[in-house]
C-alpha cells in the first residue's frame, strides 16, 4: 500500500483546479489528534477525520474569509484562524483563551453551519488503545522520548487502508489532501492501485492555502470533544455555554459521521 517515494512538490493552481472541478469530491483530511498531547493521561486515544465535500475551493474561501470578518467582529481580533480545539478548549497561552466563552460558543455555532453546509460526509478514524492491542500506548512513549517507532508507520497505514476502502464506493477520482508544512505544497503515493483517488497520492498543503483543512481541523476537535474519553471530560468541565455548543454540534453531526472501523459512528446504517 506504501509507496516510500519521496514526496513531490506541486503547482498549487494546479491542486486548486483539480478540487475545482464539477463534481470533484474533495478529501480533507486532519492532522490527527490524542497524541503525543495526552502523555500521561490515562489510556491514550487517537481521531483523525476526514471532510468530504465536492464545494470547489473558492468557495471554502469565502467562506472562511465570512467566518474570521464575523469572528472579528465579536472581538476576537484580526483575522483570528479557526482553530477548532482552541474554540472548544484553548490552552494557555492561545490568543483564544481571552475571547469570551459566550463568544467562542457563538463563533463555534457559525462553523458548525459552515461546516454543515459544505460537508455531506464526516469520515472518522477513531481508535482507543484497547482496540489497537497497546499500540497506542507503545506509540506515546516513544513520542516522549523522542524515538521513532514503528507503531507510528502502522497508525498510518490504518487510516490509509480505511480511507482507501471508504473511497472504493466512489464512482470517480477524489482529491485527498491533509495539512503540510507552512507554504508546502507536495504529494506522496500512499494509497493501493485500485483506490478511487487523484493520481493515487495523498496531497499536502498549508492550512491557509485551502480553507478546507480548517474545516477537517474543526470536525477533528469536535470529534474529539464527543467521542474519547479525555474529550468528553474537558467538556464537561468546560464554561456551560462552550458545553451547550459542543451538545449542539454533535446531534448535528452525528446524520454525517461515518465511522471508518465501523459501520456509523452515530449508530445508523
Known sequence: MHDSRAPQSLDPEVLRAALSEPERLGLY??????????SGEGQPEFVRVAVLTTTPPPALQADRQAWRAAAAGLGAGPAPRLAGLDLVAPPTGSPWAQVAPETRAALLRLAVSWLLATAPELAVFHITDEFGGGMLLRLQSGLAAGEPRLDARLLEHMVFAALTYRLLIHSGEAVVVTPGEEATWSSRQVFAEHAAVWRRALVSAPNEGLAGLDLADLAEAL???????????TVAAAPPAIAAAVAEAEAELRPRATNLLRERAGGGN
Open 29 to 38: 483530511l486532519s492532522r490527527g489528534l490524542g497524541l503525543p498531547a495526552e
Open 223 to 233: 470529534m474529539w470533544a464527543t467521542t474519547t474519553r479525555r474529550g468528553r471530560a
